[in-house]
């Protein structure tokens, strides 16, 4: 059974933070910074996403294992390679968009101070990215959150959607429901960091599905609350668009062409090729776990806020891959390999985005 969690809205200032209950999908939020700025128009937006790979502060946070980021630590965690992590993130998110992406999904990011401490690099600073983030359950501390221009995203509402884990103790990530407006029209962005498949692809199925289930009875939610919305659905999903999770459960079609309403299309199921093209390598095979999946209405012709077609992309410039001769050199380069810091490293994902344009 679903359990929602009722949760706090959270939105950082860079070093300021407001906060009140979160909202309902049709209801009024409690007064923020970003109410008062005027609605967005007659623009495109750069909607992205990226699992950061363990963006992990030096501090021990007795209710989550984060042992493997201290400094007593194999890989000797401390401030100084944090503040290069920070740096290398910034770097490659200020190469999305014009100077960072205007919406942007993150996965395994610690706590929100480090969301905060990230949106305060030099290189992404000047969009003043403020913060929705909820402190998940997982056991091993990593969260979900979404950071915003907002100049180009009126904050309304944020809701944390728990997923139950069948047959099991384990606690894993919220599926984040973030609401607001841009471009005049309502959208509401949905960041998951599905279950891993560290136990195996086919054992631990069950409980991506579990989570994929728990992301649609989100969109259902926001649906039946609000049905002129549009919804992006963002994240590491670790399954690939083929698999039952994506096609089966959320039912999200890899072709725009005649989609039924209320349907959902993956704008990222092309860009896959498991020789070849994916976020991410694994024995030598491409997977493609980091999407984005929209709703039919952003496809409409003439609507006020649309996608722009061809538009999704895998974000692998040179500097984020390994480079040089060997097997691996088009992967991504990461910042732990083999147990040890890389200086030049940023996550073992690419970033993937989309734009939008508005009318």
């Not at 600073?125 to 100049?151: C, F, N, W």
């Not at 061809?310 to 390999?337: T, W």
């Amino acid at each position: 059974m679903l359990r929602l969690l009722h949760t706090f809205l959270s939105l950082p200032i860079l070093l300021a933070c407001s906060s009140g209950p979160a909202q309902a999908p049709g209801q009024q939020p409690a007064a923020s910074a970003s109410r008062s700025l005027p609605d967005p128009g007659g623009q495109e937006l750069t909607v992205a996403f990226y699992n950061i790979e363990n963006l992990f502060d030096t501090q021990d946070d007795p209710k989550t294992d984060d042992a493997e980021w201290l400094p007593g630590s194999e890989v000797k965690w401390d401030d100084a390679k944090y503040r290069i992590k920070l740096s290398r993130m910034a770097e490659a998110i200020a190469s999305i968009g014009s100077g960072g992406p205007d919406l942007l999904g993150v996965a395994e990011a610690e706590n929100e101070a480090v969301l905060r401490d990230l949106a305060a690099q030099p290189a992404i600073a000047a969009r003043k990215y403020q913060v929705a983030h909820v402190e998940s359950e997982d056991e091993r501390g990593i969260d979900v959150a979404l950071l915003y221009d907002p100049a180009k995203f009126r904050f309304e509402s944020l809701k944390a959607y728990q997923v139950d884990l069948p047959g099991e103790d384990d606690r894993t990530r919220p599926v984040l429901a973030v609401g607001g407006k841009a471009g005049g029209e309502w959208l509401y962005v949905l960041v998951n960091h599905w279950p891993s498949r560290s136990e195996g692809q086919q054992e631990s199925e069950p409980n991506r599905l579990a989570a994929a289930r728990t992301a649609l009875q989100a969109v259902s939610e926001i649906r039946s609350q609000r049905k002129d919305a549009h919804v992006i659905l963002m994240g590491d999903f670790n399954d690939d668009p083929h698999n039952a999770s994506i096609a089966e459960v959320l039912g999200a079609r890899s072709a725009p062409a005649q989609l039924p309403a209320g349907s959902l299309f993956n704008c990222m199921a092309a860009l896959h090729n498991p020789e070849s093209a994916g976020t991410l390598t694994y024995q030598g095979k491409w997977n493609l776990f980091d999407q984005i999946i929209i709703s039919e209405s952003l496809l409409r012709p003439g609507a006020k806020l649309q996608y722009v077609s061809g538009s999704a992309a895998i974000h692998n410039p040179e500097f984020l891959q390994v480079g040089g001769d060997g097997r691996s050199k088009d992967a991504p380069r990461r910042a732990i390999y083999r147990g040890e810091f890389q200086d030049r490293g940023y996550s073992d994902h690419f970033p993937v985005y989309i734009r939008l344009s508005t009318r």
